[in-house]
Nanobody
Framework: QVQLVESGGGLVQAGGSLRLSCAAS????????MGWFRQAPGKEREFVAG????????YYADSVKGRFVISRDNAKNTVYLQMNSLTPEDTAVYYCNKNPPTSSWGQGTQVTVSS
């Protein structure tokens, strides 16, 4: 079973950038479509961005399109999320998972954007 560990979150001012990483262990991700998801306080977890295993297709929630970029390095078994032009509405715990997601979620990484 694959274990996913998210990192790279933090506190940033509006307009700033962060790069999240999702490192997998226990099993390769190279044949899995992957995604980033987020959950803001008091809200349901939502899809943010996805990338297929062959790297030829990425897709984004409308709320982040043009600002966030998902990528992956199959050799490193890692998925990334570059987040630019952050707004307070992006404040959430960010998770990675297969896409569509399994029931096994990591601890996530907290992203807080101050106005």
């Amino acid at each position: 079973q694959v274990q996913l560990v998210e990192s790279g979150g933090g506190l940033v001012q509006a307009g700033g950038s962060l790069r999240l990483s999702c490192a997998a262990s226990g099993r390769t991700l190279s044949r899995a479509d992957m995604g980033w998801f987020r959950q803001a306080p008091g809200k349901e977890r939502e899809f943010v961005a996805g990338i297929n295993w062959s790297l030829d297709n990425t897709y984004y929630a409308d709320s982040v399109k043009g600002r966030f970029v998902i990528s992956r390095d199959n050799a490193k078994n890692t998925v990334y999320l570059q987040m630019n032009s952050l707004t307070p509405e992006d404040t959430a715990v960010y998770y990675c998972n297969k896409n569509p997601p399994t029931s096994s979620w990591g601890q996530g990484t907290q992203v807080t954007v101050s106005s």
